[in-house]
């Protein structure tokens, strides 16, 4: 009766979602197989169950579309279960969960890395598969990724001379720093027209032609195409040259060229599966400032730009290498009077076994009149995956400031440098970045006499400890995570408060504990508790340090307080071996703005997520919008995107607030 | 009623059952499932799992019985075993296969053949508790209509 009844469920329309979702259950053993798919109904899920996975695979292919996922166990006697998920991966667009009774770490890992969206342990539990459709969406929603790929050159268009440098590195982020700018450009480029042609120029390959012979893509086939993409390297391999290195017959260069495509794609949801970026550069900076920068020239102040970066190698040695970079840069611009400041910003490095180390340096010169910029910085958190995910990476994020410049004539220099490790469990590579923050900065404000802030963060391997020392009551901070803070304080016509808070909680409560403050936040224990919040109260003038000075705020909140222009600019970066997607995201705000965010919060809420975007401004670029949306939505296991955007164009006294603290778990539930 | 007796003594078996760690949550997960509409199922699963189970324990002591044992497959095997044993909620069963693993990984052949016989005693114990449960439920379902 049950299964004619889902049927019938399942006909009577996909409104309601979840129920009559179609998954197919592959298990080699029949028990399993059997209270698994039992579980799948209970569920109210279609569920298609067989125990080999030649048989699965068969019918995957025979009927792309039936399926909605897939539950795939990992031992197989026909056939591994991550070589079902590779395959899967490559030949159609499903998400795959894997299944198995081994939790160790490494097996975790390569399922990952494989490009499962889960990995679910034995015996498995109806609570976990009431949730698996949330992958279904997941996967729908972070689709339309690759659209934004027409940002990256929307961001590019005015090549302006003057910024060419800076844009250059700032969103093509090359891992040669002398990178050629147009050369990625002209990747990008034609990777948006077809992900395979590259600097092939094949026009003649549309991509979505569909009708070549078609060609069964065995494993072992697969394995010869990975070597030969992992031997030229996957930016530079051009279908030809892996048909020369595979050396097989019959095959076609439009075959290689069509699964390089695949191929490229999978890597992409790979790492929109691992990695959890959210990297922000908030530079706030009157609008010749962004003039000035070319890039954002004509994009009325506001971009996003997401998109998941391909691993860089990733090959069937398994290890998941996600370098994931994520950027704070904090902008300081020239307070007062003309000035001239040097911004670096976002030097962020990765090391990792595989990718060399990814510099990433932003600079900006300007000279500004009156204009002030303050630097805002958001946070990065580095996202914490569930257990399961913890392995990868390691986000080095680091952003330098430094001002050149005076502060109500007082020299100040200001430096920060973050760094996010990701807590790993275990083969983590490991940021062997060592940050420091040494801001210094010396703003006599009303209140505050003196504010000088050392922000040290070092990331080793567990722990990354920020100390930040004021005259004030705020001293010594430390977190086992990285936590930027950086307050400047200025009392020209200007106050800058550029805070940066990231937080990451795991096991303990580190939220409260290095906040000092009575942070609500790490309820949920071994959750990342990611808060980056924005909550940007209007508070005109308020030149008070107190909020400054609050531990709680400080920590946990982003404060811009600006009398002129404040401009947001995001910019996350990832990057990959060679290949690297650079996103930024750019909003600017002008008025008087102050923001502070209670940083954790443990619970999410999408909406709030949506309802920020509905804040932005209508005259934002018209990418906006949808773009931060599938930003956000496109954060498969991460908070890719959440970036408290925060955008404001016009000069009213806006005031509108987001708490982003997210648990971990529920984002990605909500998402 | 012999029926309510024999209710009585199915419920009994269970919670002895589970309280001597024979069986864990999963087990009660799948009998919760079966009282939800799933007339049957623990019977069946409970029927393959001892069908299942039989047979990769024969299939360990085979490989062990090896001149040269190959552990990699004991592994498989053991581990196959795992999988379904904690499928099924068998407990006793699945931390006796957790305590194979240190064997093979020794690649001691002496450590498996006893932990073998650790996880066959479990299973066999596990089957006839499982034969009681199915044969006390026949009976009620006999008096009940």
Known sequence: MRPEEMRGVAARGRDQFPVGMRVLAVDDDPVCLKVLETLLRRCQYHVTATNQAVIALRMLRENRDMFDLVISDVHMPDMDGFKLLELVGLEMDLPVIMLSGNGETKTVMKGITHGACDYLLKPVRIEELRNIWQHVVRRKFSTPDYVNLDTYEECNKPPNADSGYVYSQVTCGSPDQNGRPNKKRKDYHSEEEGEDEESNGQDDDDPSAPKRPRVVWSVELHRKFVAAVNHLGIDKAVPKRILELMNVEKLTRENVASHLQKYRLYLRRLSAVASQQAGIVASLGGKDHFLRMGAFEGLQGYQAFTSPTALPSFSAHGLLNSPRNNQTALVIQGLASSRSIQTASGSSTTNHSIVDANKYHLSLRGNQQGNLAQGLVTSLGPAQLQQKFINEETGDLSTILSVNGQANGTPGIFQSVTSSPLLPQDLVEFTQGKVDIQPSIRAPSVRLEHLEGAVGASSGLLESRVSQQCATPLSGYSASRLLTNSSFNNNGATRLCGTTSSAVARDTNVGASSFGGPSPSDTNQKYLNFGSGNSFRQKINERSGDSLLDPKLVWSSSQLTSNFGLGAYHSMSQRTNNDSINSSHCARMTGQTSASAPVVVPQTKLDALFSEDLQMPRNASDLSIPRLQSELSSSTCSFDGLLNSIIKVEKDDISFGDDLGCDFYSLSACI | ?145
Not at chain 2, 65 to 79: A, I, L
Not at chain 2, 103 to 109: D, I, N, V
């Open chain 2, 1 to 145: 009623m012999a029926a309510a007796a024999l209710k009585g003594q199915l419920n009994t078996l269970l919670s002895s059952m589970f309280s001597e760690g024979l069986v864990d949550e999963q087990f009660q997960q799948l009998r919760m499932l079966q009282e939800d509409g799933a007339p049957g199922f623990v019977a069946e699963v409970v029927t393959l799992f001892c069908d299942d189970a039989d047979r990769i324990i024969a299939e360990i002591a085979n490989l062990l019985e090896q001149p040269v044992v190959d552990f990699d497959k004991v592994d498989g095997s053991v581990h196959q075993l795992k999988g379904s044993s904690a499928s099924v909620g068998a407990q006793k069963v699945k931390l006796s296969c957790m305590q194979f693993r240190q064997f093979y990984e020794a690649k001691s052949k002496d450590g498996c053949l006893m932990a073998l016989s650790v996880v066959r005693n479990a299973f066999y114990e596990m089957r006839s508790n499982f034969q009681t449960m199915l044969q006390l439920e026949q009976q009620i379902q006999a008096y009940d209509p």
